[in-house]
């Protein structure tokens, strides 16, 4: 009797052990918000050694970037293959990265290094409708939520000072990080809920592409 009730105790404690608290990122009418990167900001000041892929990628696809928003750690190299029929002319503005990727087709020469953390907003010099993002993490693990808005958290509640959220279309704006401390966060049936108020979906479609295939040449 006593080995069967150790037993069922480490069962019952491996199970405890092996739950994941999933945070589920809705907006203003509680609709789920994919494409919302979750920063996990930890009270122990070690953390693990940030471990780079050997490439990312942010291929762009019937004009558009894909992924939408590309989550990488600082250090990162990233690729930006050009898989449309048409030519494209990627380039950054932001502080994190600037840089600039003439018109080319299929693969460009060199993946470009992510060195600084924070938000990368690209755009192509050619189709004003493509807008992606890169965002770039430190030493403080991101993931981005699914399609159902859904993150699955690495740690335990007890381990977090506090959350950070990023979107796009955030009210508070695309440069802006918003902070969450753990004892405000909203707990909905043992996981984590956040709100956040977003600008609706802008329309791809613009003047520019509805007469961007050229009737001989390159088309652009």
């Not at 080995?3 to 509680?30: E, G, H, M, P, Y």
């Not at 942010?58 to 990162?76: C, S």
């Not at 693990?141 to 699914?146: E, G, L, N």
Request: charged share 20%; glycine share 4%; aromatic share 10%.
């Amino acid at each position: 009797m006593p080995r069967l009730i150790v037993s069922v105790l480490l069962l019952f404690t491996c199970f405890f052990c092996s739950a994941k608290t999933v945070i589920k990122v809705v907006d203003q009418f509680n609709q789920p918000l994919a494409d919302a990167v979750i920063n996990f900001e930890l009270k122990n000041t070690l953390t693990q050694p940030t471990v780079v892929s050997p490439l990312y990628v942010m291929d762009q696809v019937e004009k558009a970037f894909l992924p939408h928003v590309l989550v990488v750690p600082k250090g990162a190299k990233v690729s930006f293959p050009n898989s449309d029929d048409i030519r494209h002319h990627v380039y950054s503005f932001s502080k994190a990265k600037t840089f600039e990727l003439k018109l080319y087709h299929g693969e460009p020469k060199a993946p470009l290094e992510f060195s600084e953390s924070g938000i990368v907003v690209l755009g192509c010099n050619i189709h004003d409708a493509m807008v992606g993002y890169i965002y770039v993490y430190d030493d403080k693990p991101a993931i981005k939520s699914s399609v159902s808005g859904l993150v699955t958290m690495p740690y335990a509640v007890e381990q977090l000072a506090a959350i950070t959220v990023w979107h796009a279309r955030a009210k508070i704006g695309v440069n802006r990080i918003r902070t969450i401390k753990t004892d405000a966060l909203a707990i909905v049936d043992g996981n984590i809920k956040i709100t956040l108020e977003v600008n609706p979906p802008e329309k791809r479609d613009s003047f520019e592409n509805l007469f961007s295939d050229l009737d001989s040449g390159d088309k652009l």
